[in-house]
């Protein structure tokens, strides 16, 4: 069984079984920005700026264990799932204050 076969794919886009170096590069880069705008839809609170410095440290840190999985597992198709999720649930909920401003 070919190993390219059993790649993600992202692992798959960014040709990981052909050139590693580039493509793990670019697959890390793509699950921290992804985990980032996760986090900023689903969870980011206001902090002062020394703490959101660790957070996103701590964030940028565990993205590597998350690299390496996502080489065969859909880590970064999770993250994107859960994006779009987050997306559509913040707009619906603007529209809905929206809503009820006008109503009163």
Do not use: F, Q
């Given at each position: 069984m070919d190993v390219s076969e059993r790649l993600s794919f992202f692992a798959a886009l960014y040709k990981v079984d052909e050139n590693?170096?580039?493509?793990?590069?670019?697959l890390y880069i793509t699950i921290v920005a992804l985990s980032i705008l996760v986090f900023k839809l689903g969870f980011a609170q206001?902090?002062?700026i020394a703490k959101t410095i660790i957070i996103y440290l701590f964030l940028i840190i565990g993205c590597t264990v998350l690299t390496f999985l996502g080489v065969f597992l859909p880590i970064a198709e999770?993250?994107?799932?859960?994006?779009?999720?987050?997306i559509i649930y913040k707009l619906r909920l603007r529209q809905h204050k929206k809503e009820d401003m006008k109503a009163e």
């Open positions: 590693p170096d580039a493509g793990m590069w670019m206001k902090l002062p999770g993250l994107v799932a859960a994006a779009l999720i987050l």
